[in-house]
């Protein structure tokens, strides 16, 4: 497959706890990308990692990846009502999965 | 603005009617793609075009849809004699680069309703 692959399907947490979600994928790399949607909206760019990094940071998001699994890993710290959402990953293709999604109650 | 416009957000359409979406990239992207995104499922890959050449139709669902962008600018996604399964949100991204792991911009997207 050439497209990255969520997991899990849904995912539910009380506001402040963290979020986290995976993908997987099969074929190799240059970069890996994290998307976000909002219901009814396009998707937003949220962090691109490159193949020869293992983490990146932004803001309250932290993301990993480990080629030698073809996986990574998006971490949403402190979580907040405002990042309920759907989140994808997508590889060089641009192809994405179902995505996780993430609900966050107040 | 300076984002990727698509229009009409909103098309219902009767059974084997004709529709055309219209995608505005962001001024001097070389990439523009475009996906089918159901109710609940991830967006799907329908095609890209680098510049005016349309690089990849492999998620093309049938014959029945269609992708151009002439000028290498807008883009018109049309579907003819649509059907109940054509249902669904038509998304468009562009990509100021060739496509090869680049982020890519998308619009608000067409929901198509066809009854």
């Known amino acids: 497959s050439q497209q990255g692959e969520e997991d899990p399907q849904a995912l539910s947490i009380q506001e402040g706890e963290n979020a986290t979600m995976n993908c997987s994928y099969k074929t190799s790399i240059n970069n890996l990308q994290w998307y976000r949607q909002n219901s009814g909206r396009g998707l937003v760019h949220l962090i691109l990692?490159?193949?020869?990094?293992r983490e990146k940071h932004s803001g309250r998001l932290r993301v990993t990846l480990d080629t030698s699994k073809k996986s990574s890993s998006l971490l949403i710290t402190a979580s907040r009502a405002a990042d309920t959402a759907s989140y994808f990953c997508?590889?060089?293709?641009?192809?994405f999965g179902a995505g996780t999604r993430l609900t966050v109650k107040p | 603005g300076a984002g990727v416009s698509q229009s009409p957000r909103y098309k219902v359409a009767k059974r084997g009617q004709d529709v055309a979406l219209r995608c505005d990239p962001i001024s001097g992207h070389v990439s523009l793609f475009w996906y089918q995104q159901a109710l609940g499922q991830g967006p799907e890959f329908l095609t890209y075009f680098q510049n005016e050449a349309q690089l990849d139709k492999s998620g093309l669902p049938s014959d029945r849809f269609f992708a151009e962008r002439p000028e290498g600018s807008v883009s018109t996604l049309k579907i003819q004699r649509t059907q109940q399964e054509d249902s669904a949100v038509y998304l468009c991204a562009s990509s100021p680069d060739r496509a090869n792991g680049n982020t890519i911009y998308f619009g608000e997207g067409s929901w198509l309703t066809v009854v």
């Open positions: 990692i490159r193949s020869n990094e």
């Open positions: 997508a590889t060089a293709l641009m192809r």
